[in-house]
């Protein structure tokens, strides 16, 4: 079945960059999606990018795309220390009726 | 209500009991799904509800785990003879559509369910 990998944590300083990392195995996923979950928070939409594309940019938040290696990557720049959350990356099923996600990176940033 | 909501927010059980989870979706969504979320781990597709379509259950552990869902809107969650390994947060989202087309899943706050 599908299996979605990501590093497990991330540290960084305010005011560096981060990048947060994923892996997939089955790449039928139409979109690939970075969800949030700040603590005692439920989990919120970040942000996600169409397959055929390589690059999205959203304000701070730019999505990276590599079909081929099947990797996707989220950076966060100029990273605060109200990023301090957990990511998790999604790529729907083969049915698409529903999304499988990693184990999420949790994302420390120090003052 | 603005978004989805869950009840109740926690539950504590002794093994063996059954509990029952509710999620009320986002008016008008269609499609209704319920994740389950153990410490320290991704979230796990447990089944799927879309309109009147016949549901997928796959993602469902064991048969102690049911799901109904009246029309398109309130979903229970069931669990019976509940055991240890059953300790988690439940998760209930929602969606206009299916999230192959791009459909944007909410997602309510959880039930954090602790099987003594």
């Known amino acids: 079945g599908e299996d979605v990998e990501q590093s497990l944590f991330l540290s960084v300083r305010e005011g560096d960059s981060s990048v947060i990392n994923c892996t997939y195995t089955?790449?039928?996923?139409?979109?690939l999606y970075w969800y949030k979950q700040e603590p005692g928070a439920g989990l919120q939409l970040l942000t996600y990018?169409?397959?055929?594309?390589d690059m999205k940019q959203d304000q701070r938040l730019t999505v990276l795309l590599n079909k081929k290696d099947k990797h996707l990557s989220l950076r966060i720049a100029d990273t605060q220390t109200g990023d301090s959350a957990i990511y998790f990356c999604?790529?729907?099923?083969?049915?698409?009726?529903?999304?499988?996600f990693g184990k999420g990176t949790t994302l420390s940033v120090s003052s | 209500g603005a978004g989805v909501s869950q009840s109740p927010s926690n539950k504590v059980t002794e093994k063996g009991k059954d509990v029952e989870l509710r999620c009320d979706p986002i008016?008008?969504?269609?499609?209704l799904y319920w994740y389950r979320q153990r410490l320290g781990q991704g979230l796990e597709f447990l089944i799927y509800?879309?309109?009147?379509?016949?549901?997928?259950k796959s993602g469902l552990p064991s048969d102690r785990f049911s799901a109904e869902r009246t029309g398109e809107s309130v979903s229970t969650l069931t669990i019976q003879r509940t055991q240890q390994e059953d300790s988690a947060v439940y998760l209930c989202?929602?969606?206009?559509?299916?999230?192959?087309?791009?459909?944007?899943?909410?997602f309510g706050p959880g039930t954090r369910l602790l099987v003594l």
């Open positions: 989202a929602s969606s206009l559509g299916q999230v192959s087309v791009g459909e944007t899943q909410y």
């Open positions: 089955d790449s039928s996923s139409t979109y």
């Open positions: 990018i169409f397959s055929n594309m």
């Open positions: 999604a790529v729907s099923n083969q049915a698409g009726t529903a999304l499988i």
């Open positions: 008016s008008g969504h269609t499609a």
């Open positions: 509800f879309q309109g009147n379509s016949a549901p997928d």
